[in-house]
Nanobody, 122 residues
Framework: QVQLVESGGGSVQAGGSVSLSCASS????????MAWFREAPGKEREGVAT???????SYTDSVKGRFTISKDNAKYLLYLQMNNLKPEDTARYYC????????????????WGQGTQVTVSS
């Protein structure tokens, strides 16, 4: 049974940083594509970043240069380091997993965590 549990969200002022973690109950983090999505009130779930099993990363344009996705295979942990945060980054952030990267299509991912809230004030 695959379980993903996010942590690390909170409230921060614009320009600040937050680091999110996603703990996997199994070693899928080593072989699956891992992704971060976010969902703001009234908006569709949006792909933020992906990290393929070969180490390839991708980011949505709005976070390039500010966010970094990484993982610790030994600890079964996925990370999202978020710097220079903006109010428009306010959302609930979810980690997701799928054997093959589905880009920013949330329907392409089978495994999801429950999310962690990040609120950025101006």
């Amino acid at each position: 049974q695959v379980q993903l549990v996010e942590s690390g969200g909170g409230s921060v002022q614009a320009g600040g940083s937050v680091s999110l973690s996603c703990a996997s109950s199994t070693d899928i983090i080593n072989t699956y594509c891992m992704a971060w999505f976010r969902e703001a009130p009234g908006k569709e779930r949006e792909g933020v970043a992906t990290l393929d099993s070969d180490g390839t990363t991708s980011y949505t344009d709005s976070v390039k240069g500010r966010f970094t996705i990484s993982k610790d295979n030994a600890k079964y942990l996925l990370y999202l380091q978020m710097n220079n945060l903006k109010p428009e980054d306010t959302a609930r952030y979810y980690c997701a997993a799928e054997p093959v990267c589905g880009g920013d299509d949330s329907n392409a991912y089978s495994y999801w965590g429950q999310g962690t809230q990040v609120t950025v004030s101006s």
